[in-house]
T-cell receptor
Framework: GENVEQHPSTLSVQEGDSAVIKCTYS??????FPWYKQELGKGPQLIID?????GEKKDQRIAVTLNKTAKHFSLHITETQPEDSAVYFC?????????????FGKGTHLIIQP | DADVTQTPRNRITKTGKRIMLECSQT?????MYWYRQDPGLGLRLIYY???????NKGEISDGYSVSRQAQAKFSLSLESAIPNQTALYFC???????????FGEGSRLTVL
């Protein structure tokens, strides 16, 4: 099955700076890569995703890039704000098209310093 | 009201006790999942179901069982709880194709 590695486990940045979280995956057949944000005391929530037919996707201050050759994808957050403080998870389909669920990275605790 | 509701939100129990965590959803999704979250280990899939008659094991199903009582209800049971099952448990529903998951707010279980 798919294996997803995520780095770093903790990331502290100054408010207004950029943050980058990186993930690698093992199954070259994987074709969908979402990112989830988990705020304190809540369940994870999808914030952005990318499919394997594109290299980059952007939504306001967040963007995701995908390098299929190297089998890695990254989350970029620009102009960080206090509300960006959370745990972020990357994910990939457990197998095939993802109908049987997602496998998640171990998470990155993003801390925005005022 | 939340789209995915988990009960109880917190539970403390003793080793050997039977525990049931319940999940109900109003999203109308056929796909439902149970994940476990441990610090430093991320989210790991326990069981998933595509409809009332369909149950599938995930990555870490040993020591757990599930029941899909209706399209909207999916419960997770620990027949004889042990301390290393202390964790935060999440129920989720999935869109057709399983591309997007919608999580409940979690059930924190402590086994003493």
């Amino acid at each position: 099955g798919e294996n997803v590695e995520q780095h770093p486990s903790t990331l502290s940045v100054q408010e207004g700076d950029s943050a980058v979280i990186k993930c690698t995956y093992s199954d070259s057949a994987s074709n969908y890569f979402p990112w989830y944000k988990q705020e304190l005391g809540k369940g994870p929530q999808l914030i952005i995703d990318i499919r394997s037919n594109v290299g980059e996707k952007k939504d306001q201050r967040i963007a995701v890039t995908l390098n299929k050759t190297a089998k890695h994808f990254s989350l970029h957050i620009t102009e960080t704000q206090p509300e960006d403080s959370a745990v972020y998870f990357c994910a990939a389909p457990i197998s095939g098209g993802g109908a049987d669920g997602l496998t998640f990275g171990k998470g990155t605790h993003l801390i925005i310093q005022p | 009201d939340a789209d995915v509701t988990q009960t109880p939100r917190n539970r403390i129990t003793k080793t050997g006790k039977r525990i049931m965590l319940e999940c109900s959803q109003t999203k109308g999704h056929d796909r439902m999942y149970w994940y476990r979250q441990d610090p430093g280990l991320g989210l790991r899939l326990i069981y998933y179901s595509f409809d009332v008659k369909d149950i599938n094991k995930g990555e870490i199903s040993d020591g757990y069982s599930v029941s899909r009582q209706a399209q909207a209800k999916f419960s997770l049971s620990l027949e004889s709880a042990i301390p290393n099952q202390t964790a935060l448990y999440f129920c989720a529903t999935g869109t057709p194709g399983g591309r997007e998951l919608f999580f409940g707010e979690g059930s924190r279980l402590t086994v003493l």
